[in-house]
């Protein structure tokens, strides 16, 4: 993309809070945010991803979006996700580890069902307003 | 087959021990006998953090919030809630004598507010469009295209922002020296060489949401009239460095960064500058000297780099939650932001929660937040049923402040009348097992190895102090060595040359006025009652007691417990490293510790 | 000058705009206490101990770094700064080994003198010393690390007045401590030997290496002709040693204190430098009149040589091949003069009272310093050294009569001893250069163009039609400033800038040398070069080509300048030296 000017400015961020709120309305995509800080990363975050990428490639679902974020701040839960699908509660999981990335693509995004004991429900999403 | 519900139900350990396991299989039979299994889904969670009044349930999508559930409560939910859409009313959490049915409106959820971690954990940060989604470069575009240079400090002073890398040095003021004084080139520089033992807001802050930083850089750059910057980061956090390098590449693309931004005749770019990790280069002078390649020493203010910084030219320096902050202040305005915090410190602090602390983590607090608050709600409390001790704040700068002070609210100037401070925003919690000899001896520690040796009171100072504890902690201390602290700490704080100086003693001093019943007790008593100074504890067997398993002799590392089979055991004290492992392993309480 | 009010313990007082507080209040003798302070540096605000407040202020400032502000009251001494000072001042104590009586610097001790007047009886704290080893080994100067303060004041010599940046902080905290950079022996660094290090350190922690024991070695040995020399700077400054004030004429006493050594014959420096202008004034008319590499630059000061052979080895043509004037000495008392007493050069015992540490290491920079067949000088003493020898010899120095220099290498011209003040080599050679380019001579032999304590000067003389343009630079950090000029100019193909440059390492010339006696700020400079002035002044001649004893040796013994003899005995080359040789 070429250098903006004040307007292409507007215009990209109206495009890109269209797209969000789109994407939260129309029912389609889940997202998984995989708390990517240098504190998930540590904690196996990255392997995390990588399951996640596999299991969803397995299970031939293209309709979610995995992407990748800063520190949730929930330290002392790492590796840390959250995922947002419609229909269902936003929902943070922590310590998540390869097994439990594996439950959250098949139980939470394909059974629509929560993955049992990694559900933390102290999220940045009820904090943040 | 679409679940209507989800019961979460929290499976904490406080929760477990209070029964979250039966509640679950509770609600699990219910649903099963009120055959709506279907429906619903059962939920054992992590810890809710609010664990004093657990075990908790909580129903979705109702967001109903039941707390201090038994397990003879399950029916009532499942046939209430459940089956007829009722909330439980007796059961929902209550507070000020009102019922609330969300668990956004509990106070536990509003303890926190995220204005400088707004995007972090949200955005991907590596992303300029989510950025830009979630008005990022708002505040540049009203920087650039409706507030001149004094709008923006004067919107800086409305909003009260003082600095957040420590001192609280008022924000406004800094850029406005900067911008009034006359000089051919001006640097806007960011501080992100964070080092306090404990905290890494800034490292989350720099890899979660590097845009924040970029723009406010930025935004600083046309207020004070600079065009160059740079963001001295420590070479420790080549995720942040990487993350910054992408943003900053993004930014240029965009035209939001380099020649003409969006269009205008106002040019910006910043390049990366690393640390080698010394915490002294924290210290602005010390950073700018180090930017500059030479050694990263502190030089005596006054002249405050904001009029003779980097390479002699008027210099913008603000740590990077300062500058995370700024975007906003400037897209919501300074009224918007002092809504937040106190009267004399406006807005949010990151702390960086450690130490013995049930949800350690990263929290943004408004200005004001007591301790308690912290500590107890949103840190859930001291794992293990362990009683407080007490929190050091400010990391080696700080001092600790104990249950007397859990009321005290959290902001610049109570922190400093309390004789701690507000330092970056590590909070580092301690509980009963924690000595206090050994906690200041770990600052001083610290200290004496960052200290970068220029100036007399913090080199030798620091040393001495250390040297001192070390006495303590090995009962070897007398009692005119707290004298000798004091002294020391007196003149390092009022001579030393910058702010490590200044504050390494404030640890120590902290303790001896906090907790000088403890300190006494290793001198006079030759005890350490957590038993943290190794050097004071004994560990024996007790001859009567011993019944000759052998296990502690297998478990000793040193090899300096010997007996015979069914002999009681004797521990060599001369090669005893006192680790504990047979006490630990002992079945039969036959070691004695002390 | 603009001036501010201020008050100093509520006392109103005036003075000069941007004076530090330490300054402002010594104008009203209030003596605030400093270590690591030092006139010729910027503030360094490192020890502490110069502490002060401000009326309103719960801080303490640093009166060393912070400049007074119109209408303030300053603090400067209190029952609380004086407890923090205290404090301060133990600390520092209990990290300085208690060595006072046989350190080099007892009774001139920065340290030793604040804990006095502290009335320091006992350290509360435990003593412990930073335990390194001493680095002896440039022949010049000796760190002794055990006994530094970390004042910083070497480094940021060596650093900000020198640009050689031998010494600096390696390691922090407690560890830290002064040296060369990774660690190397200082005579594997770019140390330059300048001694500026040693003259401004406030202990015992870098010094100049003590050889009065070799010089009273060679007076006991019978078979020895001992013969000392001794350099224009030294006559200004020795007085204060004994209580004089710095300028202050004593060359000769210094005689007569040399003879009550037991010296054989004393000779003067000056007597060289007349010859060095004889000599490389010769090669500078040379190099004018017959199209040789110019600028000419001078060679007598060997930190500088040192200095270029490291750090400009690209000037080595422009060098002036003729030697210093010590090594000039050297030589003729080795050769000349020991053939008119009619000894063997290898019973000659040649010593040079200097001003410098650098000299020490001269005597054996390479091969040409063994022209006579032998090591043309033997031993450098410096200043200090030398004043501690009287001491030592129970010689009332105030008490001696003048005598006068030995024949016949002895006598001077006022040129001869300017040579010890920045300026003074280049208006010596002017003097001479003028007689040898024009065949007439100078009116007026005092060239103020050249004269001053700027950094660099610049400026023009007219050879009666002829302008010669000559640069002066002191303090090593001012030459690159003209080099660049050279190098510049020449990378263009452009006519040079200046015919002649002469530069000293040390601020000032050598009556601020490294080897001079402690104590040295622009104050004590001015004193000394006024002294040599008045030298220069109250000389009958003040050509050197007018100097009888320079005629004279020409005429028995040289030939002329330049001559086949000259060249092997006064001249030499110089090579390229790598800054780390480890």
Same mark, same amino acid.
């Given at each position: 993309?070429?250098?903006?000017?004040?307007?292409?400015?507007?215009?990209?961020?109206?495009?890109?809070?269209?797209?969000?709120?789109?994407?939260?309305?129309?029912?389609?995509?889940?997202?998984?945010?995989?708390?990517?800080?240098?504190?998930?990363?540590?904690?196996?975050?990255?392997?995390?991803?990588?399951?996640?990428?596999?299991?969803?490639?397995?299970?031939?679902?293209?309709?979610?979006?995995?992407?990748?974020?800063?520190?949730?701040?929930?330290?002392?839960?790492?590796?840390?996700?959250?995922?947002?699908?419609?229909?269902?509660?936003?929902?943070?999981?922590?310590?998540?580890?390869?097994?439990?990335?594996?439950?959250?693509?098949?139980?939470?995004?394909?059974?629509?069902?929560?993955?049992?004991?990694?559900?933390?429900?102290?999220?940045?999403?009820?904090?943040?307003? | 087959?679409?679940?209507?519900?989800?019961?979460?139900?929290?499976?904490?350990?406080?929760?477990?021990?209070?029964?979250?396991?039966?509640?679950?299989?509770?609600?699990?039979?219910?649903?099963?006998?009120?055959?709506?299994?279907?429906?619903?889904?059962?939920?054992?969670?992590?810890?809710?953090?609010?664990?004093?009044?657990?075990?908790?349930?909580?129903?979705?999508?109702?967001?109903?919030?039941?707390?201090?559930?038994?397990?003879?409560?399950?029916?009532?939910?499942?046939?209430?809630?459940?089956?007829?859409?009722?909330?439980?009313?007796?059961?929902?959490?209550?507070?000020?004598?009102?019922?609330?049915?969300?668990?956004?409106?509990?106070?536990?959820?509003?303890?926190?507010?995220?204005?400088?971690?707004?995007?972090?954990?949200?955005?991907?940060?590596?992303?300029?469009?989510?950025?830009?989604?979630?008005?990022?470069?708002?505040?540049?575009?009203?920087?650039?295209?409706?507030?001149?240079?004094? +709008?923006?400090?004067?919107?800086?002073?409305?909003?009260?922002?003082?600095?957040?890398?420590?001192?609280?040095?008022?924000?406004?003021?800094?850029?406005?020296?900067?911008?009034?004084?006359?000089?051919?080139?001006?640097?806007?520089?960011?501080?992100?060489?964070?080092?306090?033992?404990?905290?890494?807001?800034?490292?989350?802050?720099?890899?979660?949401?590097?845009?924040?930083?970029?723009?406010?850089?930025?935004?600083?750059?046309?207020?004070?009239?600079?065009?160059?910057?740079?963001?001295?980061?420590?070479?420790?956090?080549?995720?942040?460095?990487?993350?910054?390098?992408?943003?900053?590449?993004?930014?240029?693309?965009?035209?939001?960064?380099?020649?003409?931004?969006?269009?205008?005749?106002?040019?910006?770019?910043?390049?990366?500058?690393?640390?080698?990790?010394?915490?002294?280069?924290?210290?602005?002078?010390?950073?700018?000297?180090?930017?500059?390649?030479?050694?990263?020493?502190?030089?005596?203010?006054?002249?405050?780099?904001?009029?003779?910084?980097?390479?002699?030219?008027?210099?913008?320096?603000?740590?990077?939650?300062?500058?995370?902050?700024?975007?906003?202040?400037?897209?919501?305005?300074?009224?918007?932001?002092?809504?937040?915090?106190?009267?004399?410190?406006?807005?949010?602090?990151?702390?960086?929660?450690?130490?013995?602390?049930?949800?350690?983590?990263?929290?943004?607090?408004?200005?004001?937040?007591?301790?308690?608050?912290?500590?107890?709600?949103?840190?859930?409390?001291?794992?293990?049923?362990?009683?407080?001790?007490?929190?050091?704040?400010?990391?080696?700068?700080?001092?600790?402040?104990?249950?007397?002070?859990? +009321?005290?609210?959290?902001?610049?100037?109570?922190?400093?009348?309390?004789?701690?401070?507000?330092?970056?925003?590590?909070?580092?919690?301690? +509980?009963?097992?924690?000595?206090?000899?050994?906690?200041?001896?770990?600052?001083?520690?610290?200290?004496?190895?960052?200290?970068?040796?220029?100036?007399?009171?913090?080199?030798?100072?620091?040393?001495?102090?250390?040297?001192?504890?070390?006495?303590?902690?090995?009962?070897?201390?007398?009692?005119?060595?707290?004298?000798?602290?004091?002294?020391?700490?007196?003149?390092?704080?009022?001579?030393?040359?910058?702010?490590?100086?200044?504050?390494?003693?404030?640890?120590?001093?902290?303790?001896?006025?906090?907790?000088?019943?403890?300190?006494?007790?290793?001198?006079?008593?030759?005890?350490?009652?957590?038993?943290?100074?190794?050097?004071?504890?004994?560990?024996?067997?007790?001859?009567?007691?011993?019944?000759?398993?052998?296990?502690?002799?297998?478990?000793?590392?040193?090899?300096?417990?010997?007996?015979?089979?069914?002999?009681?055991?004797?521990?060599?004290?001369?090669?005893?490293?006192?680790?504990?492992?047979?006490?630990?392993?002992?079945?039969?309480?036959?070691?004695?510790?002390? | 000058?603009?001036?501010?009010?201020?008050?100093?313990?509520?006392?109103?007082?005036?003075?000069?705009?941007?004076?530090?507080?330490?300054?402002?209040?010594?104008?009203?003798?209030?003596?605030?206490?400093?270590?690591?302070?030092?006139?010729?540096?910027?503030?360094?605000?490192?020890?502490?101990?110069?502490?002060?407040?401000?009326?309103?202020?719960?801080?303490?400032?640093?009166?060393?770094?912070?400049?007074?502000?119109?209408?303030?009251?300053?603090?400067?001494?209190?029952?609380?700064?004086?407890?923090?000072?205290?404090?301060?001042?133990?600390?520092?104590?209990?990290?300085?080994?208690?060595?006072?009586?046989?350190?080099?610097?007892?009774?001139?001790?920065?340290?030793?003198?604040?804990?006095?007047?502290?009335?320091?009886?006992?350290?509360?704290?435990?003593?412990?010393?930073?335990?390194?080893?001493?680095?002896?080994?440039?022949?010049?100067?000796?760190?002794?690390?055990?006994?530094?303060?970390?004042?910083?004041?070497?480094?940021?010599?060596?650093?900000?007045?020198?640009?050689?940046?031998?010494?600096?902080?390696?390691?922090?905290?407690?560890?830290?401590?002064?040296?060369?950079?990774?660690?190397?022996?200082?005579?594997?660094?770019?140390?330059?030997?300048?001694?500026?290090?040693?003259?401004?350190?406030?202990?015992?922690?870098?010094?100049?290496?003590?050889?009065?024991?070799?010089?009273?070695?060679?007076?006991?040995?019978?078979?020895?002709?001992?013969?000392?020399?001794?350099?224009?700077?030294?006559?200004?400054?020795?007085?204060?040693?004994?209580?004089?004030?710095?300028?202050?004429?004593?060359?000769?006493?210094?005689?007569?204190?040399?003879?009550?050594?037991?010296?054989?014959?004393?000779?003067?420096?000056?007597?060289?430098?007349?010859?060095?202008?004889?000599?490389?004034?010769?090669?500078?008319?040379?190099?004018?009149?017959?199209?040789?590499?110019?600028?000419?630059?001078?060679?007598?000061?060997?930190?500088?040589?040192?200095?270029?052979?490291?750090?400009?080895?690209?000037?080595?043509?422009?060098?002036?091949?003729?030697?210093?004037?010590?090594?000039?000495?050297?030589?003729?008392?080795?050769?000349?003069?020991?053939?008119?007493?009619?000894?063997?050069?290898?019973?000659?015992?040649?010593?040079?009272?200097?001003?410098?540490?650098?000299?020490?290491?001269?005597?054996?920079?390479?091969?040409?310093?063994?022209?006579?067949?032998?090591?043309?000088?033997?031993?450098?003493?410096?200043?200090?050294?030398?004043?501690?020898?009287?001491?030592?010899?129970?010689?009332?120095?105030?008490?001696?009569?003048?005598?006068?220099?030995?024949?016949?290498?002895?006598?001077?011209?006022?040129?001869?001893?300017?040579?010890?003040?920045?300026?003074?080599?280049?208006?010596?050679?002017?003097?001479?250069?003028?007689?040898?380019?024009?065949?007439?001579?100078?009116?007026?032999?005092?060239?103020?163009?050249?004269?001053?304590?700027?950094?660099?000067?610049?400026?023009?003389?007219?050879?009666?039609?002829?302008?010669?343009?000559?640069?002066?630079?002191?303090?090593?950090?001012?030459?690159?400033?003209?080099?660049?000029?050279?190098?510049?100019?020449?990378?263009?193909?452009?006519?040079?800038?200046?015919?002649?440059?002469?530069?000293?390492?040390?601020?000032?010339?050598?009556?601020?040398?490294?080897?001079?006696?402690?104590?040295?700020?622009?104050?004590?400079?001015?004193?000394?070069?006024?002294?040599?002035?008045?030298?220069?002044?109250?000389?009958?001649?003040?050509?050197?080509?007018?100097?009888?004893?320079?005629?004279?040796?020409?005429?028995?013994?040289?030939?002329?300048?330049?001559?086949?003899?000259?060249?092997?005995?006064?001249?030499?080359?110089?090579?390229?030296?790598?800054?780390?040789?480890?």
């Amino acid at each position: 993309m070429s250098k903006m000017t004040l307007e292409d400015l507007r215009k990209l961020r109206e495009t890109k809070k269209q797209e969000a709120a789109q994407r939260d309305s129309d029912g389609k995509d889940s997202l998984i945010i995989v708390g990517m800080g240098t504190c998930g990363i540590a904690a196996g975050a990255k392997d995390v991803l990588d399951v996640m990428l596999d299991e969803l490639k397995k299970a031939g679902n293209d309709n979610v979006i995995i992407r990748q974020a800063g520190c949730m701040g929930l330290c002392h839960v790492e590796p840390t996700i959250e995922v947002r699908t419609p229909g269902m509660p936003d929902t943070i999981y922590g310590k998540v580890d390869a097994k439990v990335a594996k439950d959250i693509v098949n139980i939470h995004i394909i059974d629509r069902k929560l993955v049992n004991e990694h559900v933390y429900d102290k999220p940045a999403a009820d904090i943040i307003k | 087959m679409a679940v209507k519900n989800y019961v979460l139900v929290c499976g904490g350990s406080a929760c477990e021990s209070a029964k979250g396991n039966e509640i679950y299989k509770s609600l699990l039979h219910q649903a099963e006998n009120q055959g709506v299994s279907s429906d619903l889904q059962i939920v054992k969670t992590g810890c809710f953090g609010f664990c004093e009044k657990g075990p908790i349930v909580k129903v979705l999508p109702d967001e109903a919030f039941y707390v201090e559930v038994k397990p003879e409560d399950a029916e009532e939910i499942i046939s209430e809630n459940i089956v007829k859409g009722r909330m439980v009313d007796r059961l929902l959490y209550k507070e000020d004598s009102k019922a609330e049915f969300k668990a956004e409106d509990i106070k536990f959820y509003q303890k926190q507010e995220r204005i400088v971690l707004r995007n972090c954990g949200l955005i991907d940060p590596e992303s300029i469009d989510e950025y830009i989604a979630r008005d990022g470069y708002l505040g540049l575009e009203k920087a650039l295209f409706e507030m001149s240079s004094d +709008d923006i400090v004067n919107e800086l002073k409305k909003s009260g922002l003082r600095g957040r890398g420590g001192a609280g040095f008022p924000t406004s003021l800094k850029w406005s020296f900067t911008q009034r004084v006359e000089s051919d080139q001006k640097y806007v520089v960011c501080n992100a060489d964070e080092g306090d033992p404990g905290a890494y807001m800034d490292r989350a802050t720099l890899e979660g949401d590097p845009h924040s930083v970029i723009e406010a850089m930025i935004i600083a750059g046309k207020c004070v009239g600079a065009d160059k910057g740079a963001i001295y980061i420590r070479a420790e956090y080549p995720l942040a460095i990487h993350r910054l390098e992408i943003a900053m590449a993004q930014a240029r693309e965009k035209g939001l960064m380099g020649e003409n931004i969006l269009g205008t005749d106002f040019s910006f770019d910043l390049e990366i500058r690393l640390g080698a990790g010394a915490f002294v280069c924290g210290e602005e002078t010390a950073l700018l000297a180090s930017i500059e390649g030479k050694r990263g020493m502190p030089i005596p203010k006054p002249p405050f780099p904001a009029v003779k910084g980097l390479f002699g030219k008027p210099t913008v320096i603000n740590n990077v939650e300062t500058f995370a902050n700024i975007p906003v202040i400037i897209s919501k305005g300074g009224d918007w932001f002092a809504e937040y915090g106190t009267e004399g410190s406006k807005g949010t602090k990151v702390f960086a929660l450690t130490g013995k602390i049930k949800n350690s983590g990263l929290i943004e607090v408004p200005m004001g937040t007591t301790l308690r608050e912290i500590v107890f709600d949103i840190g859930g409390g001291i794992p293990g049923g362990k009683k407080f001790k007490g929190v050091q704040t400010g990391g080696p700068s700080g001092g600790v402040l104990t249950d007397e002070f859990l +009321d005290t609210p959290i902001d610049f100037d109570s922190l400093l009348a309390v004789g701690s401070m507000m330092g970056s925003g590590g909070m580092i919690v301690m +509980d009963e097992d924690d000595c206090m000899v050994d906690v200041a001896k770990f600052y001083l520690d610290f200290c004496v190895e960052e200290s970068c040796g220029k100036c007399a009171p913090c080199r030798i100072g620091t040393k001495k102090l250390y040297e001192i504890l070390e006495k303590i902690s090995q009962g070897k201390g007398e009692m005119d060595d707290l004298d000798k602290m004091r002294d020391m700490g007196a003149a390092m704080k009022k001579a030393s040359l910058c702010g490590l100086g200044q504050t390494a003693p404030n640890p120590v001093l902290s303790v001896l006025n906090t907790f000088e019943e403890e300190v006494l007790e290793h001198i006079q008593g030759g005890k350490c009652r957590s038993g943290k100074c190794k050097d004071l504890v004994q560990y024996t067997v007790i001859e009567d007691k011993c019944i000759g398993c052998t296990v502690c002799a297998r478990k000793c590392p040193v090899n300096c417990i010997s007996g015979e089979r069914k002999v009681a055991h004797v521990i060599d004290q001369s090669s005893c490293v006192k680790c504990g492992a047979c006490y630990d392993s002992c079945k039969f309480g036959a070691i004695l510790v002390s | 000058m603009e001036t501010v009010e201020i008050k100093i313990n509520g006392k109103p007082v005036q003075v000069e705009k941007g004076m530090t507080i330490l300054k402002a209040a010594l104008t009203d003798e209030v003596k605030i206490p400093a270590l690591c302070a030092h006139d010729d540096l910027d503030p360094w605000a490192a020890c502490g101990l110069c502490v002060c407040k401000v009326e309103g202020s719960p801080k303490m400032v640093r009166a060393c770094a912070t400049e007074v502000v119109e209408g303030q009251n300053y603090i400067t001494h209190d029952p609380e700064l004086m407890k923090v000072r205290r404090t301060t001042l133990e600390m520092i104590l209990a990290n300085h080994p208690q060595e006072c009586l046989t350190c080099g610097r007892n009774t001139t001790c920065e340290l030793q003198d604040l804990s006095a007047d502290f009335g320091i009886r006992e350290i509360p704290y435990d003593v412990d010393i930073h335990e390194l080893e001493k680095d002896d080994s440039t022949p010049a100067i000796i760190l002794d690390p055990r006994k530094c303060v970390n004042c910083g004041r070497c480094a940021n010599v060596c650093q900000q007045l020198q640009n050689v940046w031998a010494l600096e902080f390696l390691e922090r905290g407690h560890k830290t401590r002064m040296a060369p950079a990774a660690g190397v022996l200082l005579n594997e660094s770019p140390c330059i030997k300048c001694g500026q290090c040693s003259a401004h350190c406030p202990v015992g922690a870098i010094y100049e290496k003590d050889e009065t024991k070799q010089f009273m070695k060679a007076i006991r040995d019978e078979s020895k002709h001992v013969s000392v020399q001794i350099a224009p700077a030294v006559r200004v400054a020795l007085g204060e040693a004994f209580g004089m004030e710095p300028g202050e004429l004593v060359t000769g006493k210094i005689y007569a204190a040399l003879r009550k050594l037991g010296v054989d014959s004393v000779f003067d420096t000056n007597f060289a430098a007349d010859l060095t202008i004889m000599e490389e004034g010769s090669e500078l008319v040379d190099r004018i009149k017959n199209g040789g590499l110019l600028p000419q630059i001078t060679s007598c000061c060997p930190a500088w040589t040192d200095y270029m052979e490291k750090y400009a080895n690209d000037m080595i043509p422009h060098f002036s091949t003729a030697k210093s004037p010590m090594m000039m000495q050297g030589v003729v008392t080795k050769t000349y003069y020991a053939e008119k007493i009619k000894t063997p050069a290898k019973d000659m015992f040649t010593v040079a009272i200097m001003p410098c540490t650098a000299k020490k290491y001269e005597i054996t920079r390479d091969d040409n310093m063994w022209s006579s067949g032998e090591q043309d000088m033997d031993l450098v003493l410096t200043t200090r050294e030398f004043a501690r020898l009287i001491k030592s010899s129970g010689i009332c120095f105030g008490c001696l009569d003048d005598e006068k220099a030995d024949s016949p290498i002895g006598d001077y011209s006022g040129a001869g001893t300017i040579f010890g003040v920045t300026g003074g080599v280049m208006e010596a050679a002017v003097r001479t250069a003028y007689k040898l380019v024009t065949e007439k001579e100078l009116d007026d032999v005092n060239i103020h163009a050249v004269r001053g304590m700027d950094g660099v000067r610049k400026g023009s003389v007219d050879f009666d039609g002829t302008e010669i343009k000559v640069a002066v630079a002191h303090g090593m950090v001012h030459v690159e400033e003209i080099l660049n000029e050279v190098r510049e100019a020449k990378a263009k193909g452009e006519p040079v800038p200046y015919h002649f440059i002469e530069v000293m390492a040390c601020r000032g010339g050598c009556i601020a040398g490294g080897g001079q006696p402690y104590g040295t700020n622009d104050e004590v400079r001015a004193k000394r070069v006024a002294g040599i002035y008045n030298d220069d002044e109250k000389s009958v001649v003040r050509k050197s080509h007018e100097n009888p004893e320079i005629v004279q040796i020409y005429k028995d013994y040289l030939g002329e300048p330049m001559s086949h003899k000259s060249h092997e005995l006064l001249h030499t080359k110089y090579q390229l030296r790598p800054l780390y040789s480890k």
